[in-house]
């Protein structure tokens, strides 16, 4: 089954607008992670956050973790046409090698 | 580094065919892994490595064999195929130490079509 769980499935907006997606997921994690996959392409690592953490910025992208919810958000900010793709969040449970476990994904389209 | 390259790109099987899909990565990463993603079901993972000689099941390893003879190699063995496994399949590795909590590097992907 899937751990983690994207939401919205499909979010389309306009270049320049902020796009928010959630990840909610079942279990204890180690770390969260978002990825992102172009059309066709294989998925690019984006950001991880730890459970120990609350938020965490790169660039334009804001991630937030509210681990007594078992959820996270991703923030674009001033969204970009180059942002359109699906993003996955991906949870590493707590605890010795273990599965890493990717959700169904957000399909992001930013209209220019 | 060419980082984790995957062959073929498209292959079209017919049911009970085997074939192995390759899997190299030149980064010495530890952890390999091999998903699969259908359309709205996110990847899946099928069977992982932390290490040459060390493999394990992933959440849907059914049909499909793995071994780990070296660092660099992780082949994907389908060894009679089915419909039900036409998918896009992806390899990934991850940096040391040898724990796949960390970032993963995925390849390209490789379609395949069973009829």
């Known amino acids: 089954s899937q751990q983690g769980e994207e939401d919205p499935q499909a979010l389309s907006i306009q270049e320049g607008e902020n796009a928010t997606m959630n990840c909610s997921y079942k279990t204890s994690i180690n770390n969260l992670q978002w990825y992102r996959q172009n059309s066709g392409r294989g998925l690019v690592h984006l950001i991880l956050i730890r459970s120990n953490e609350r938020e965490k910025h790169s660039g334009r992208l804001r991630v937030t973790l509210d681990t007594s919810k078992k959820s996270s958000s991703l923030l674009i900010t001033a969204s970009r046409a180059a942002d359109t793709a699906s993003y996955f969040c991906?949870?590493?449970?707590?605890?010795?090698?273990?599965?890493?476990?990717f959700g169904t994904g957000t399909k992001l389209q930013v209209i220019p | 580094n060419a980082g984790v390259t995957q062959t073929p790109k498209f292959q079209v099987l017919k049911t009970g065919q085997s074939m192995t899909l390759q899997c190299a990565q030149d980064?010495?990463?530890?952890?390999m892994s091999w998903y699969r993603q259908d359309p709205g079901m996110g990847l899946r993972l099928i069977h992982y490595?932390?290490?040459?000689?060390?493999?394990d099941q992933g959440e849907v390893p059914n049909g499909y064999n793995v071994s780990r003879s070296t660092t660099e190699d992780f082949p994907l063995r389908l060894l009679s195929a089915a419909p039900s496994q036409t998918s896009v399949y992806f390899c990934a590795s991850s940096y040391p130490p040898k724990l796949a909590k960390e970032t993963q590097y995925f390849g390209p992907g490789t379609r395949l079509l069973v009829l």
């Open positions: 490595s932390v290490g040459a000689g060390i493999t």
């Open positions: 980064m010495n990463h530890e952890y």
């Open positions: 991906a949870t590493a449970p707590s605890g010795g090698y273990q599965k890493v476990t």
